[in-house]
């Protein structure tokens, strides 16, 4: 991979501050910017409606879709490009054909975003949604155990999440897959927090379909994502995969997209991001370890994203004293956590101060 600094460099925003919020929005390179501007530049001179224009925009559509379905192990024809994950995710559930009473899985770690649309669809078709708890102590085998229990009954369809939003925990998605296949389930996976951040093969998760954006991990523009069919599924749905894609493609957005897929491969391998990823989420794990009142609730070996508790610290407390030291995170609604997303243009100095930040906050509670 390229060194940190030149990286870093191409990463404006990290100039102001320490960006630890990837999970939610990343980074946007510099060329990528450059590359919207271009279009919108192109666009305001040259109008809308040549067919250079066109030829030149499909061109940009057939290259990210070749490079989006290269990051999840897929061939451009199995990739339909979204508006986002939801977008993708609703594009399936939309389609799939359900009868009254059939029964749908999910779990308690889903994204109320990705939840949304499917209690829609169970409203409308009159379907039995089942939530397996999982929380945040159950170890793989009884995750897997649960979901083997909830999806036995014969379910029709599970929608999961490939890595938690909240926790950053990988679910065992393999194992979860092979369940639902013996149940005759379609698994829907949501990627969002997993694809850019952890190596990500469809075929080795077992999951049908597999949505997720681009302007998270992949560090693209908002409004761009995308939704992979497993190799050997293509007739599931009974279309093919671009009849999936929705109205009047964004020039802007899509050349962006093309950009930041563009710059990722000229800085060096996903495999090697992957790995800057992990090294990063494990030395903030050291850092915190041990700390008097300081709860780390993402369990070990996950993905990019580090969630934390200080013991009698609201989440809202923790958030201003990080900004106070231009330290971007987030919190977790519903809990007094906060997720630090590890990002691998990230330098070590900011977990550092990350962790002293928590400590400085666990002393004042009298827990150190």
């Known amino acids: 991979m390229a060194e940190l600094d030149a990286i870093r460099a191409d990463l404006p925003a990290l100039a102001s501050l320490a960006y630890l919020n990837t999970g939610t929005e ?26 250079k224009r066109f030829e030149k925009m499909e061109k940009q559509l057939d290259a990210c879709r070749a490079m989006m379905g290269e990051m999840v192990g897929v061939a451009a024809d199995r990739i339909a490009l979204t508006g986002g994950t939801v977008d993708g995710l609703r594009a399936v559930l939309e389609r799939v054909a359900f009868t009254a009473g059939d029964r749908v899985v999910t779990t308690d770690l889903e994204h109320p975003a990705a939840l949304e649309p499917l209690r829609e669809i169970v409203g409308r078709h009159g379907l039995n949604l089942e939530t397996v708890a999982i929380g945040t102590t159950a170890d793989d085998q009884q995750v897997t155990d649960a979901f083997a229990r909830a999806l036995a009954p014969g379910a029709r369809l599970l929608l999961v999440s490939h890595v938690a939003y909240s926790t950053g925990r990988v679910l065992p998605l393999a194992a979860i897959s092979r369940h639902a296949r013996e149940a005759g389930a379609i698994v829907l996976a949501d990627g969002a927090q997993a694809v850019g951040a952890i190596g990500v093969d469809i075929a080795a998760t077992g999951a049908d379909f597999y949505a997720f954006p681009g302007q998270k991990w992949l560090l693209g523009p908002e409004g761009a994502g995308a939704l992979a069919v497993a190799p050997g599924r293509p007739d599931l749905l009974g279309v093919a995969m671009q009849a999936l894609e929705r109205g009047t493609a964004s020039k802007p957005i899509w050349a962006g997209m093309l950009a930041s897929l563009a710059w990722r491969k000229s800085i060096g391998s996903e495999a090697e991001r992957a790995a800057a990823i992990r090294a990063n989420a494990a030395f903030l794990r050291q ?82």
């Open 287 to 368: 850092r915190l370890e041990g700390v008097a009142g300081v709860e780390i609730v993402t369990p070990r070996d996950s993905a990019g994203l580090v969630t934390v508790g200080v013991r009698g610290v609201a989440a809202r407390i923790l958030l201003a004293q990080l900004g106070a030291k231009r330290l971007a995170a987030r919190d977790v609604p519903g809990t007094e956590w906060v997720r630090i997303s590890c990002g691998f243009f990230n330098e070590r100095r900011e977990f550092e101060a990350v962790a002293e930040t928590f400590a400085e906050a666990a002393r004042g509670q009298g827990a150190a």
């Open 26 to 51: 990343g980074p946007l390179p510099a060329a990528t910017a450059q590359a919207m501007r271009e279009a919108i530049g192109e666009d305001e001179v040259r109008g809308r409606i040549s067919g």
